[in-house]
């Protein structure tokens, strides 16, 4: 369930391409910046701890072949998450779970 504060966010995405992907980041960028949302960083999935920060990711260089982030509200702690494969260029989504 969300609040005020990230409403805004609780609707889902599709990632159709690498223009949505860069548009859909550099908005959660400014949400994390003015703290609307918190990105978590990944501690239980091995896999994606090295997965470089949603925070510095540079979209013009090469990205991984799987990405997924995840932030919440810290108002109500609805949590959100990105998801993109970007091997074949498209794929994937940003969406409220949990």
Known sequence: MTCK???AF???LPVRGPAD???IVERLRQA???GTLEYAAF???PTLAIEPSLLTLDLAGPLPDVMRYQLGCPHCEQ???L???TYHGIGGAWKAVG
């Open 43 to 45: 501690e239980a999935e």
């Open 10 to 12: 609780a609707t889902t």
């Open 79 to 81: 949590r959100f998450e």
């Open 83 to 85: 998801t993109a494969e």
């Open 32 to 34: 994390v910046a003015d």
């Open 5 to 7: 504060q990230c409403a």
């Open 21 to 23: 992907l860069e548009s």
